[in-house]
């Protein structure tokens, strides 16, 4: 099963990053994307290279496009590699700097909020 800080890239779009920042609840997990920060007015939680390594650029996460995935799927797709690629895991001081922003952001719904409230 995918857990918190399983980091991923949709095959063919090396530029956006995926991270999941939930614990699976009702059978799916809270994923959040990262981009660059150019062009993105929510600066609820930028992130460098010193955050998350594989970051070559400063960075945003975008919480529009966050997404609940269904974590069994998600763990066949990481496992079979063809669509998703896995990637190094975000450290645990990152991901609790994502899901602060999250919890201050205007662009996660509450529909996704659920997923980080305790």
Not at 10 to 16: A, I, K, M, S, T
Not at 67 to 86: H, P, R, S, T, W
């Amino acid at each position: 099963m995918p857990v918190v800080g399983t980091g991923f890239v949709l095959r063919g779009d090396g530029y956006h990053f995926r991270v999941v920042i939930s614990e699976v609840r009702e059978g799916k997990v809270l994923v959040v994307n990262i981009t660059d920060v150019k062009g993105k007015d929510d600066h609820s939680c930028l992130l460098s290279n010193t955050d998350y390594s594989i970051l070559s650029k400063p960075s945003v996460v975008y919480y529009k496009m966050a997404l609940a995935v269904d974590a069994i799927v998600l763990d066949k797709e990481l496992a079979e590699q063809k669509n998703l690629i896995k990637l190094t895991d975000c450290p645990a001081d990152t991901v609790a700097k994502i899901v602060a922003g999250a919890k201050i952001s205007d662009e996660l719904t509450a529909k996704y909020l659920k997923y980080l409230l305790d």
